[in-house]
């Protein structure tokens, strides 16, 4: 492994250290040999419902979307930019066809371990199993807290905690993807954002109250 090739690879390994103590060397050992970096162009498919996800995925470089298709509406499930993992988890861990699409949004590099390789890796080495399964124990909860958040919050509220957590998405993904997200209509979306530029133009913090109330929920959604 080359001093640029680990370099590409760092911020993976720092995602990991998040959910256990991983040494370089077992990185190294364990994963880099079964790593891929993948580099897709803008609007292009890691993967097509119907297919099976076959990747895990991190992103290295760029922006990404989920998404799936109901009757002629693309319904978004999650955006994701650089340092967070995308893929098909239903399909990836069941080995059942995708009822998803995952597309970029930008020109995007990914790191990519196949489904095979990686239950290679837990078979080998106990401590990747138990890593595996904390990174999927937390995309769980994160999962079941989006959710929650989708059905106690209000479209305003969910405009203003997306806006306070993500003020670089709100820059770099369109907003028919970003309405469709946090299932606002985009009309009403519109209106949010104009409201948000108002604010800013006058200098007013945006209700304090408010943006305090929206903070909280989002913090204890239960």
Known sequence: MTMNGMENMKPFLEYLRKFGNITEEEFEKCLVPVIKIR????????????????????????????????????????????????????????????????????????????????????RQSKKMEHLGRMIVTYAMII?????????????????????????????????????????IKPETFSRFKHLLRNHARTNSKMGEAEMQRVRARSEHPA
């Open 39 to 122: 580099r897709f162009g803008k609007r292009e498919y890691l993967t097509k419902a119907g297919e099976v996800e076959n990747y895990f995925n991190f992103i290295l470089k760029g922006l990404i979307r989920k998404y799936y298709k109901k009757n002629s509406h693309e319904i978004s499930t999650q955006i994701s930019m650089e340092g967070h993992l995308i893929l098909c988890q239903e399909s990836f861990y069941s080995r059942a066809p995708s009822e998803y699409f995952i597309e970029t949004i930008e020109s995007s590099v990914i790191l990519s371990i196949h489904y095979d390789d990686l239950e290679n890796v837990y």
């Open 143 to 183: 999962k079941d807290r989006w959710q929650m958040q989708m059905i106690k919050m209000t479209p305003r509220e969910r405009f203003l905690n997306f806006v306070m957590k993500n003020p670089e998405l709100m820059q770099r993904v369109p907003q028919k993807y970003l309405a469709s997200f946090l299932n």
